[in-house]
């Protein structure tokens, strides 16, 4: 009887850690998506990116203080040479990008090409002569 007993524990005990152990991992997809802004050009430009770095809690937050949550630069592009950024947002509807160019108009247009993948997936992807804006919906 004993030993029907301590087989019958350490398989509970066996089952309680693989329940454990997917929650934990559970957990940890949870934690958030992986977001990936890619901007790339068919000509050489400067471009002004604005892009969502970090998830704000809310929008009056986002309001209040953009640049705690966006980081604006300027990015130098080559033909074909993609920028990249990634970060994680628990919310990917977030996800914003935009990109501008002051190229001159006896300069032909630089063609930007922006778009955001969501754990891999792209979620949307928009083309323009000078400037271009990948949004999802919490904009």
């Known amino acids: 009887m004993r030993t029907a007993t301590a087989k019958v524990g350490a398989a509970f005990m066996v089952a309680a850690a ?49 640049y705690a949550y966006l980081k604006k630069e300027t990015v130098n592009l080559a033909p074909g040479v993609p920028w990249v950024f990634e970060t994680t947002l628990e919310d990917p509807q977030w996800a914003i990008l935009t990109a501008s160019t002051g190229v001159h108009a006896m300069t032909a247009p630089p063609n930007p090409h922006c778009e955001i993948t969501i754990d891999g997936q792209v979620a949307v992807q928009q083309d323009g002569p000078y400037t271009v804006q990948c949004q999802l919906s919490q904009w």
């Open 18 to 66: 693989s329940v454990a152990v997917s929650h934990a991992t559970a957990d940890a997809q949870s934690a958030g998506h992986l977001v990936k802004y890619t901007l790339t050009s068919t000509g050489a430009a400067d471009f002004q990116l604005n892009y969502l770095t970090a998830q704000p809690p809310s929008k009056e937050a986002y309001n209040a203080d953009a």
